[in-house]
């Protein structure tokens, strides 16, 4: 009987949720940026750390005149703006 009541309110509750979505559509397009966002930040934050590190090498480097063996992507284009 407990397990039916928590189907039953859980059944409910996902309806509520999405009434509410059908109701406010905006609500589900900022929760979906947010989500998108909330997934892409480490890879971003990654993205940043590597850069860092590679400009460090660079910087270091003994010979400037060897090219890199990658090209470096500009600063401005994180994986989401591309």
């Known amino acids: ?12 509750g996902i309806q509520l949720v999405v009434e509410l979505l059908r109701i406010n559509w905006r609500i589900l397009v900022a929760g979906m940026t947010l989500i998108v966002y909330v997934l892409t930040l480490p890879f971003a934050l990654l ?11 660079d910087s270091v480097s003994i010979d400037p005149e060897v090219p890199s063996a990658s090209a470096l992507k500009p600063d401005w284009a994180l994986s989401r703006e591309v």
Not at 1 to 12: D, E, H, K, S
């Open 1 to 12: 009987m407990a397990i039916a009541l928590a189907v039953r309110l859980a059944v409910l």
């Open 47 to 57: 993205h940043e750390a590597v850069n860092r590190f590679r400009s460090r090498i």
